[in-house]
């Protein structure tokens, strides 16, 4: 049986995994994403803070996956709760430090202007700021996403399923058409979620 019959016969099981990949990560990177846009934001204002909460999102980016996901199962036992709180973290840096660059390097003039005409700065953050440093958030945004869909293959050592499962289960058995058809699907998912990220960031661009 060839690749291509393989993963026809073992389609159902395939689409559930990727589905429940998906699912996985989609929902980490909402969090991620709100929660770093408003620390992002937050630390604007304060460049000693902004240091410290980069440093520490930083260091939180160099422990490694498995590791990060292993210290969180004593606090959120095993499954997809750990796996989530895990990608939350690991995906904080990418984002709060280009919303954090996007909005600082914006020219201190047109900030000037817009006090000029009496907009308040919660009304400069929404309608000019953040407009402004769009492109930087969203490549931001992009890297964090990218890393969230790889590093979730990796949550299935903690018990959280998806495709990781299936690429795991691939090199037990010494499969090497699960673990190719498990690496081509995270692959085809990171691709598309990237592109389709593309799309939205050329659409909405100042």
């Given amino acids: 049986m060839n690749i291509i019959e ?4 073992r389609w159902d099981a395939i ?3 990727t589905i ?12 991620s994403i709100v929660v770093g846009v408003i620390i992002g934001i937050l630390i604007t204002n ?16 160099t422990i490694p996956s498995l590791a990060l996901f292993s210290v969180l199962i004593p ?4 499954g997809k709760a750990p796996a989530i709180a895990g990608l939350v973290l690991y995906t904080q840096l ?3 430090r280009n919303v954090y660059t996007g909005i600082i390097t914006i020219d201190p003039s047109i900030i000037e202007a817009a006090k000029g005409m009496g907009l308040s700065n919660s009304k400069i953050m929404l309608k000019i700021k953040i407009p402004l440093a769009f492109p930087v958030i969203m490549a931001g945004l992009r890297t964090a996403t990218v890393m969230g869909i790889g590093i979730g293959a990796i949550a299935a050592y ?8 299936y690429i795991f289960q691939g090199i037990n058995r010494g499969n090497d058409r699960m673990i190719i058809i498990g690496a081509i699907m995270v692959s085809l998912i990171t691709i598309l979620v990237d592109k389709s990220l593309g799309l939205i960031q050329k659409k909405y661009e100042l």
Avoid: R
């Fill in 46 to 61: 304060n460049k000693q803070l902004a240091k410290l909460i980069l440093n520490i999102a930083n260091i939180l980016m």
């Fill in 75 to 78: 606090i959120m036992g095993i």
């Fill in 94 to 96: 990418p984002i709060i």
């Fill in 20 to 31: 429940s990949h998906f699912s996985i990560v989609i929902l980490a990177m909402i969090i």
């Fill in 6 to 9: 393989f993963f026809i016969s």
């Fill in 158 to 165: 903690i018990g959280a399923g998806g495709l990781g499962e």
């Fill in 15 to 17: 689409l559930q995994m």
